[in-house]
């Protein structure tokens, strides 16, 4: 094979390579921005704190947006949806919701907070508020699934069910209502109710940051492919 040809083939090579390692920085730098944009959106809510009513987690035009939202109702005496996967610190467990009545509104999953799956991952109890009472926090889109199939099982208490992403559409039967909204309330942490709870919108997900991170090495592997491939190009063959 001649040289020139060869350095055709090379250069065909390398300019594929650069151009896949430069479409991965691209995207890493786009969710980057995506989430930045959420954690903005997040901080000028919380800041604000300027309570919308519940129903306005079935607003179709702000269905992935943020909201402080308060009301006041019951939680449904029905089965607590327990979403897997969902690591706080390192250790492994779930996610709890229950389907909340507003008077005057619709129902909503509302975050009850985090629990610790044991060594056998036995699934925990999830205790139902009682009474009427007055709830208040951060209208949010569910949790990001990644890339976990859809799924919807019992708990081991034959009553609650645990579910790898929470989707609107076939949990509201699973709960004993006709629909649900698209949006989850994340329940205040300073109320005395729940179990450990924050407002954080990018839970099991990378921050920012880290997609800044891969962004670059993308970006240096684009970099190292093109020096490779130049140095290749000039340097005289061996006689």
Do not use: C
């Amino acid at each position: 094979m001649s040289i020139r040809r060869t350095r055709v083939i090379g250069w065909t090579l390398a300019l594929l390579a650069m151009a896949l390692f430069a479409s991965l920085g691209r995207w890493q730098l786009g969710r980057m921005h995506e989430k930045q944009a959420m954690l903005d959106a997040v901080a000028a809510t919380l800041a604000e704190r300027n309570p919308r009513p519940l129903s306005a987690a079935g607003d179709p035009a702000r269905q992935r947006d943020f909201d402080w939202a308060a009301g006041e109702g019951a939680f449904l005496d029905g089965p607590a949806v327990l979403l897997d996967n969902q690591q706080q610190g390192g250790r492994p467990g779930v996610r709890a919701y229950r389907a909340f009545r507003p008077l005057g509104a619709p129902p909503l999953l509302v975050e009850l907070g985090w629990l610790p799956l044991p060594g056998d991952r036995a699934t925990p109890s999830v205790d139902l508020p009682p009474g009427a009472i007055r709830v208040q926090g951060l209208l949010v889109p569910p949790p990001s699934p990644g890339l976990a199939r859809a799924d919807l099982r019992p708990a081991d208490n034959a009553v609650d069910v645990v579910v790898t992403r929470l989707d609107a559409g076939s949990l509201a039967a699973a709960v004993g209502v006709e629909v649900l909204p698209p949006r989850v309330l994340k329940l205040d942490p300073a109320l005395p109710l729940g179990h450990a709870r924050d407002l954080d919108v990018l839970p099991n997900t990378l921050p920012p940051d880290k997609h800044l991170g891969y962004a670059v090495q993308w970006f240096g592997l684009a970099l190292a492919v093109l020096a490779t491939a130049l140095i290749l190009s000039f340097r005289r063959p061996h006689r």
